[in-house]
């Protein structure tokens, strides 16, 4: 299949809307790569230049090491998935599928072949006369990826596929989709701003903000080690508790006027970066490394803001001051019926940052 470098890759619209600055990014051949980020952050740009709908401004597209830069969407053997699934409403399932193949001119009786053995692998083939209206959300968006498979592309590129079907099917069609590509082998990118997609879907996650790359890791290093505050906050379907403190000259942290005792291996890591001292930093703590106990049990005590329930589990929101609330992830059996509650923090989870964002261990 194909491995893509994105080389100094960039976008201006105008004269100055920047919405891609210097992308450095290589998708190795047969993995599926999510990027992932907030509305604006520059991710469908990025997915449109690879296609070749958008030109770069300047910077480098390559598949296997050819340039791609100035050749034609329709020459690189692409399969697109849109979010709107962009079906043509007077065609049949059938048609829909075959269209890509009739423009190749490829034989009737191959044509034939592609469709209904894509049509049987998304368990569509029933389908194949109806037009897209008589169709469910799901049956379209499984009719635009058969449209897609059926080109046998080097390469597939998704936007937001997903994002208009309601929570059970795309669940389903999520799981189905990753079990696909695993079987076909082929060079996937996918763009979502669900987390929860591109946690369950991804070989690795590239996080854009703003027009850059935040970092690109697995699910699993994203979620441990975050590179900056913003994947920080970003990651997790809980969010995580960002805690500013001050260092003093003494190595000292304090939340507020309070001392807190934050581990040694922290106060050692701020000390070897070589950060300016006194200063602001920030600890990273997950809501299922921090415990609940009754008000004289622990130093750090808070009101109880609010209880959101999740099935078997509950996340308490304790506010600590105007300025801080702290999530904590339990279980249900662990439900304190009390309005304070008091505080404990693994430290030894904890994650430091400085104050420009930066991870420093």
Same mark, same amino acid.
């Given at each position: 299949m194909v491995e893509i470098v994105l080389e100094k890759l960039t976008k201006i619209f105008g004269k100055n809307v920047i919405a891609v600055r210097d992308l450095d990014l290589v998708i190795k051949d047969k993995e599926f790569m999510v990027l992932l980020g907030p509305s604006g952050c520059g991710k469908t740009t990025t997915l449109y230049m690879i296609a070749g709908i958008y030109k770069p401004t300047r910077g480098n597209i390559y598949f296997d090491s050819k340039l791609m830069n100035d050749v034609e969407p329709k020459d690189r053997n692409i399969g697109m998935v849109f979010q709107n699934y962009a079906l043509y409403p007077h065609m049949s399932v059938f048609d829909n599928i075959a269209y890509p193949l009739k423009i190749k001119k490829l034989p009737k009786q191959e044509i034939v072949k592609r469709v209904r053995y894509v049509a049987e692998m998304l368990k569509i083939d029933?389908?194949?006369?109806?037009?897209?209206?008589?169709?469910?959300?799901?049956?379209?968006?499984?009719?635009?990826?058969?449209?897609?498979?059926?080109?046998?592309?080097?390469?597939?590129?998704?936007? @937001?596929?997903?994002?208009?079907?309601?929570?059970?099917?795309?669940? @389903?069609?999520?799981? @189905?989709?990753?079990?696909?590509?695993?079987?076909?082998?082929?060079?996937?990118?996918y763009v979502t701003h669900d987390q929860a997609e591109a946690m369950s879907l991804a070989d690795r996650v590239a996080i854009m903000n703003s027009g850059s790359l935040e970092q690109v890791a697995t699910p699993e290093e994203l979620y441990s080690k975050p590179a900056s505050l913003f994947v920080a906050s970003f990651i997790g379907s809980v969010p995580a508790n960002i805690i500013r403190v001050e260092i003093d000259e003494d190595y000292k942290a304090f939340l507020r006027d309070r001392e807190i005792a934050i581990p040694r291996e922290l106060i050692e890591a701020i000390k070897v970066s070589g950060s300016k001292i006194p200063g602001i930093f920030y600890i990273m703590v997950r809501p299922e490394d921090v415990s609940l106990y009754s008000p004289g049990e622990s130093d750090l005590v808070g009101e109880v803001f609010s209880i959101e329930y999740l099935g078997k589990d509950l996340v308490y929101h304790i506010k600590i001051h105007e300025d801080l609330t702290i999530r904590a992830y339990t279980s249900r059996e662990n439900l304190l019926n009390s309005s304070k509650v008091g505080v404990k923090i693994n430290w030894k989870k904890a994650k430091i940052y400085r104050e420009d964002g930066k991870l420093i261990v």
């Amino acid at each position: 299949m194909v491995e893509i470098v994105l080389e100094k890759l960039t976008k201006i619209f105008g004269k100055n809307v920047i919405a891609v600055r210097d992308l450095d990014l290589v998708i190795k051949d047969k993995e599926f790569m999510v990027l992932l980020g907030p509305s604006g952050c520059g991710k469908t740009t990025t997915l449109y230049m690879i296609a070749g709908i958008y030109k770069p401004t300047r910077g480098n597209i390559y598949f296997d090491s050819k340039l791609m830069n100035d050749v034609e969407p329709k020459d690189r053997n692409i399969g697109m998935v849109f979010q709107n699934y962009a079906l043509y409403p007077h065609m049949s399932v059938f048609d829909n599928i075959a269209y890509p193949l009739k423009i190749k001119k490829l034989p009737k009786q191959e044509i034939v072949k592609r469709v209904r053995y894509v049509a049987e692998m998304l368990k569509i083939d029933h389908l194949l006369d109806r037009k897209p209206s008589q169709l469910s959300g799901g049956q379209q968006q499984r009719v635009a990826l058969a449209r897609a498979i059926a080109k046998h592309p080097d390469v597939f590129l998704m936007d @937001e596929p997903l994002s208009n079907l309601d929570a059970k099917i795309r669940v @389903e069609i999520r799981a @189905e989709l990753k079990n696909l590509q695993k079987k076909l082998g082929i060079t996937t990118i996918y763009v979502t701003h669900d987390q929860a997609e591109a946690m369950s879907l991804a070989d690795r996650v590239a996080i854009m903000n703003s027009g850059s790359l935040e970092q690109v890791a697995t699910p699993e290093e994203l979620y441990s080690k975050p590179a900056s505050l913003f994947v920080a906050s970003f990651i997790g379907s809980v969010p995580a508790n960002i805690i500013r403190v001050e260092i003093d000259e003494d190595y000292k942290a304090f939340l507020r006027d309070r001392e807190i005792a934050i581990p040694r291996e922290l106060i050692e890591a701020i000390k070897v970066s070589g950060s300016k001292i006194p200063g602001i930093f920030y600890i990273m703590v997950r809501p299922e490394d921090v415990s609940l106990y009754s008000p004289g049990e622990s130093d750090l005590v808070g009101e109880v803001f609010s209880i959101e329930y999740l099935g078997k589990d509950l996340v308490y929101h304790i506010k600590i001051h105007e300025d801080l609330t702290i999530r904590a992830y339990t279980s249900r059996e662990n439900l304190l019926n009390s309005s304070k509650v008091g505080v404990k923090i693994n430290w030894k989870k904890a994650k430091i940052y400085r104050e420009d964002g930066k991870l420093i261990v």
